[in-house]
């Protein structure tokens, strides 16, 4: 959960709400004028979230949900780093919907890096929503940090070469 106090220390450097519109439309999802009405919807308004909690397909409508606000949060961290070829930093989802959903971030490498997991958010999907634009982008700039801090991280790392055998 986000410290408030925390939060509102950090200065969102986008607007995330606009970024992740851009992000469903160049994706092919939803043309702009829909991306902004699920936008909306979604984000802001009651608590919990009815969209997702009445759906008939709950679990696929809250995986796309999750997908669709932490993929171009991840993507915009990794595109600020500069990975190795063929490294790829994947978003997945363990959906629950009674508690707590699982969003795991990794980092993918075919460089000799393990795999890496980068951030662990536990979240109930259907009480993300905000109360205005400014805590949406203090909540995404918050979680674009923790992606960019990890990914940073894990490039200073040195790559271990398995060892095939060890002398006696």
């Known amino acids: 959960m986000v410290n408030k106090a925390a939060a509102h220390t950090q200065k969102a450097t986008r607007n995330w709400i606009a970024y992740l519109c851009d992000s469903l439309v160049t994706s092919g999802a939803m043309p702009t004028w829909e991306a902004a009405t699920y936008l909306t919807e979604n984000l802001f308004g009651e608590k919990p979230n009815p ?4 759906a008939t397909n709950a679990h696929e409508v809250t995986s796309q949900f999750l997908q669709w606000l932490y993929h171009p949060i991840v993507e915009a961290a990794s595109r600020d780093i500069s990975l190795p070829e063929g490294s790829t930093v994947h978003v997945f989802t363990d959906i629950s ?3 707590n959903s699982a969003v795991l971030v ?9 795999h890496e997991l980068l951030m662990l958010d536990a979240t109930k999907a259907w009480e ?4 205005n634009s400014d805590d949406v982008n203090l909540w995404a700039e918050e979680r674009y940090r923790r992606v960019k801090s990890a990914l940073t991280a894990v490039m200073r790392e040195p790559v271990q070469q398995p060892v095939l055998a060890e002398a006696s």
């Open 51 to 54: 969209r997702l909690l009445c």
């Open 97 to 99: 919907l009674t508690g």
């Open 106 to 114: 990794v980092y993918v490498s075919d460089d000799g890096h393990p």
């Open 128 to 131: 993300l929503v905000f109360t």
